[in-house]
């Protein structure tokens, strides 16, 4: 399963770029392409600026789209039971609205790219920054766990997006608690 969000910075394109990534993500949980192995991995993102530890080597993909640079690393668990995403967005341009309103549409929005429903959420302070965490159930039944935040950096706008796919609702998501738990932002 691939979650990915529609980023909030405001850029051409960028809720196409949502859509598919959640679609990679609900493929993901039925199947994927990506090699999955069975021991977890210490990772360091450079570009990004975080570590973590996914449950498999993370494979990296990076776009720019205008002044938007977006880098993502994805995961699969053993036997691709469960699909971990951190998706890192960085952009020149001030954040423009008030926080929880962008996250608030972060959790809609890519409800809405799936055509799922958002069957929770919550508002939380996660590495000192405001965050919102949520449930995502597309209509195949497939979950999505997500959790969005902005790092002001200097003359760049960070937005951070982590999701979490697996089969059903009540699957449990030992990788994406995982990946929270262990994510540490890094200079």
Same mark, same amino acid.
């Given at each position: ?10 850029? !051409? ?21 990506? @090699? @999955? ?28 789209? #205008? ?5 993502? *690393? ?37 409800? @809405? ?17 405001? +965050?919102? #965490?949520?449930?995502?159930?597309? !209509? ?7 959790? +969005? ?9 960070? *937005? ?13 998501? !030992?990788? *994406? ?9 890094? !200079?």
């Amino acid at each position: 399963m691939t979650t990915s969000p529609a980023p909030l910075v405001a850029t !051409p394109g960028t809720g196409a770029l949502a859509l598919v990534l959640l679609l990679g993500l609900l493929a993901a949980c039925g199947g994927s392409t990506i @090699s @999955s192995a069975d021991r977890p991995t210490v990772f360091k993102a450079t570009d990004a600026g975080f570590t973590a530890e996914f449950p498999s080597k993370p494979q990296r993909t990076a776009k720019t789209q #205008d002044t938007t640079t977006e880098v993502r *690393y994805e995961a699969l668990s053993a036997g691709a039971a469960e699909d971990v995403i951190v998706q890192y967005l960085a952009s020149p341009a001030p954040l423009s609205g008030v926080t929880q309103t962008l996250l608030d549409q972060q959790m809609d929005g890519s409800a @809405s790219a799936v055509s799922g429903t958002v069957v929770s959420r919550a508002n939380l302070t996660f590495l000192d920054h405001q +965050a919102e #965490d949520g449930v995502i159930k597309s !209509p195949s039944g497939h979950a999505i766990r997500m959790r +969005a935040f902005f790092v002001p950096s200097g003359n760049v706008q960070q *937005y951070f997006v982590f999701s979490g796919g697996a089969a059903t609702l009540s699957a449990p998501h !030992p990788a *994406y608690d995982r990946l929270l738990a262990t994510f540490r932002l890094t !200079p």
